[in-house]
């Protein structure tokens, strides 16, 4: 039962506290799954154009071949164009936000649209005479429906601009000829197109849905099961990012090492039940304190706590370290074998603007040597870590 509860909390922890590592669990979704659209158009863009030299090369006897080149030449133009632009999003995704996704998508579902209507455009300027030439190039138009749909899987949307564009106007073109196989070949591709939009609908739901699991499940193990706080991986993980982050920017950064005051003696007098409770409010303190979307608080030890602040000065962090004290001192958790006869915490600090040329190492040791002298002068108290940054 007592594993039960706990892993109950732990799940409502990711879905409802503000330390989990998406913020946004359809976010993190989405975000995949344009990456993994973009990370398909080489694939792509390569059978674009090898399937317009097979077209190119298949109906050279029998059309206008400076219409053949001209059709082949903006095949390969837009292909490259796209190709282009998925190397230039995968450079730049991992720093792009989530308002500049959308932009990115509309992008992408366009220039798909564009290229799939050169392809529809066959039928206009490319539409042979000869049925058997019209049953190849109908069997090839098919196969870039079928391969647009096993890459596109990840977002149902796009795949009707990918589909559309190329059945519409076979099926148009082949029940304007009027002949038998024709009006044959007219209800095939519309049968074959139906059956692949219901079929993409399906896979991009079970895509959708096993992502959302693993994103789940990569969540959970980042998150400490008793308190629901970020565990030592996660607060690495988020330091290293805010730290690049705030080099890049030149902002201050705050780091605070938290340690329980005579938490064995608490064990001891209370027992291990208690003592987990006793923790578990004390994240409950450091959540309700350090609550900005961009705080992170972590468990990265027994009784070991932390608490980043990005964008803080050292006035700043100092504010937050005095709130956890006294927000924890007004739950007056009895603490019979301490001298302050309450639980307690001793508090480390570290602020300053790091530089290309500090280590995040160092800052976290400075921290916690701070944290090292508030225990030697007395515990229940705060220190701050000399200032070499600026």
Request: net charge neutral; proline share 3%.
């Amino acid at each position: 039962p007592l594993n039960l509860a706990v892993n109950l909390m732990s799940l409502s922890t990711l879905l409802e506290s503000p330390v989990r590592p998406v913020s946004d669990q359809r976010d993190a979704v989405y975000r995949e799954a344009l990456v993994l659209l973009y990370r398909g158009m080489p694939n792509a863009m390569l059978g674009h154009m090898i399937s317009s030299c097979f077209v190119i090369y298949a109906l050279w006897p029998v059309m206008d071949n400076q219409h053949l080149l001209v059709w082949g030449f903006v095949v390969w133009a837009v292909a490259l164009l796209r190709g282009a632009g998925a190397w230039r999003f995968l450079h730049l995704w991992p720093h792009l936000d989530m308002l500049a996704l959308p932009a990115w998508q509309y992008g992408f579902v366009l220039m798909t649209l564009v290229q799939t209507s050169l392809w529809g455009s066959v039928t206009v300027f490319l539409w042979p005479e000869a049925l058997t030439y019209k049953a190849l190039l109908v069997a090839v138009l098919i196969g870039i429906v079928a391969a647009g749909g096993v890459m596109l899987a990840v977002q149902r949307q796009s795949f009707w601009f990918y589909c559309l564009p190329i059945a519409v106007p076979v099926i148009v073109a082949l029940l304007l000829d009027g002949g038998r196989l024709e009006r044959v070949m007219a209800a095939l591709v519309l049968l074959f197109s139906l059956l692949m939009l219901v079929s993409v609908h399906r896979l991009t739901n079970i895509f959708l849905d096993g992502l959302d699991v693993r994103f789940k499940m990569q969540a959970l193990s980042r998150i400490d099961a008793l308190t629901g706080l970020q565990n030592r991986r996660c607060f690495d993980e988020s330091f290293s990012d805010t730290w690049h982050q705030s080099v890049r920017a030149g902002q201050s950064l705050g780091l605070l090492l938290l340690d329980v005051d005579f938490f064995k003696q608490y064990n001891d007098h209370s027992g291990h039940l208690r003592g987990d409770e006793a923790l578990r409010q004390l994240a409950t303190v450091m959540r309700k304190v350090a609550s900005r979307s961009t705080d992170s608080c972590a468990r990265i030890g027994g009784e070991e706590f932390a608490v980043i602040v990005p964008a803080t000065d050292l006035q700043g962090a100092r504010l937050v370290a005095g709130q956890i004290i006294e927000q924890l001192a007004a739950e007056r958790i009895v603490h019979s074998g301490s001298p302050f006869g309450m639980l307690t915490v001793s508090i480390g600090i570290k602020a300053g603007v790091p530089s290309r040329h500090d280590t995040r190492e160092s800052f976290i040791d400075a921290a916690d040597q701070a944290l090292y002298r508030a225990k030697a002068a007395g515990r229940n108290r705060i220190e701050i870590a000399a200032d070499k940054f600026g």
